[in-house]
């Protein structure tokens, strides 16, 4: 029997979908239409938490005065774009203890050799790997338990988080397995496919589109004006070739396919279909195109953030409500944690 006969056989609880951002700059085009827009459609089919992940943030420094207020802005980018405290959770990570608690359980059950494994410490530590926070080491591990303190059985995750949502599931058939308790966590599955799950810097169409990129015009911010939006676009870079007919003529030319790709999601086209609109055409036409399509979709959006923004406290009590919610959720799944462990008084 395989891990997901297992975890189909076994696992009897709702479908949950748990995501996250982490409060750390201005929230852009690839977060909208990699994450909120998916977030926004999953609210309608499952029981979903959309967390702003504050711990996994501090694993680098944060300044400690603007802490509170990033954290504040990503909940305004999540209701901006859709996402309904009626339907789904949202909620700070660092309010909820059981984050905090299982990623301990969970670090005595994890292995150093499945942590060394991992991609994106290699990536983001380098060198300096020894200079480095034990958090960013031991992150995926807290990942796993912000999943599995609810028992969430999907994660919208990106290609770069796939190893990190593999390492959830093994922990997680560790506990079930070494406690003899089968079952009692699931296996969660990602869910990465649909029309914009990875969009790409307008500057390198190999490079994933990210606020931590020190050139703005790599990126449209949530909080761009019309105006730049339009510079961005206009300066992104293409080649010297007409917009092709085909998409095989698109495997060697990154930046025309993600500036094609972008375009798909947000007009709801499939690729193909952008290319038969403005095949033969130079990027003085589709890059036009392009912005005016980004602008309307997009000034919505930014008028409600800025007046969620305005609004702080209107936000600050989705955020309490949500946290309340997400507590009531994991409170008994994390007691019956402890039981399973032979915690006294448990």
Known sequence: MDAQENYQENYQGPQRVFSGMQPTGALHLGNYLGALTKFVDLQNTHECLFCIVDLHA??????????????????????????????????????????????????????????????????????????????LYAYPVLQAADILAFKATHVPVGEDQKQHLELSRDIAQKFNNDFGVPGFFPLPEPLIKGPGARIMSLRDGTKKMSKSDPSDNSR???????????????????????????????????????????????????????????????????????????????????????????????????????????????????????????????
Not at 81 to 106: C, M, N, R
């Open 220 to 346: 449209i911010n949530l909080t761009d004006t019309a105006d730049m939006i339009a510079k961005k676009f206009r300066k992104a870079r293409t080649d010297a070739g007409m917009v092709p007919d085909n998409m095989d003529e698109l495997a060697d030319r990154p930046e025309v396919k993600n500036l094609v790709g972008i375009y798909a999601a947000l007009s709801g086209l499939k690729d193909q279909q952008v290319l038969a609109q403005f095949a033969g055409q130079g990027f003085g036409v589709f890059k036009p195109a392009l912005a005016d399509l980004a602008v309307d979709k997009l000034r919505p959006i930014s008028t409600r953030l800025n007046d969620y923004l305005d609004n702080p406290g209107e936000v600050d009590k989705v955020l309490a409500d949500g946290a309340q919610k997400a507590h009531e959720i994991s409170a008994p799944i994390m007691a019956d944690v402890r039981k399973v462990m032979g915690f006294w008084g448990a």
């Open 58 to 135: 501090v694993t680098v420094f944060q300044d400690p005065k603007l802490l509170a207020s990033q954290t504040r802005e990503i909940a305004a980018a999540y209701l901006a774009a859709g996402v309904d405290p009626a339907k789904a959770i949202i909620y700070p990570q660092s309010q909820v203890a059981a984050h905090t608690e299982l990623a301990w359980f969970f670090n005595c059950i994890a292995r150093v050799g499945w942590l060394s494994r991992m991609t994106q410490f290699k990536d983001k530590a380098g060198k300096n790997s020894e200079r480095v926070s034990v958090g």
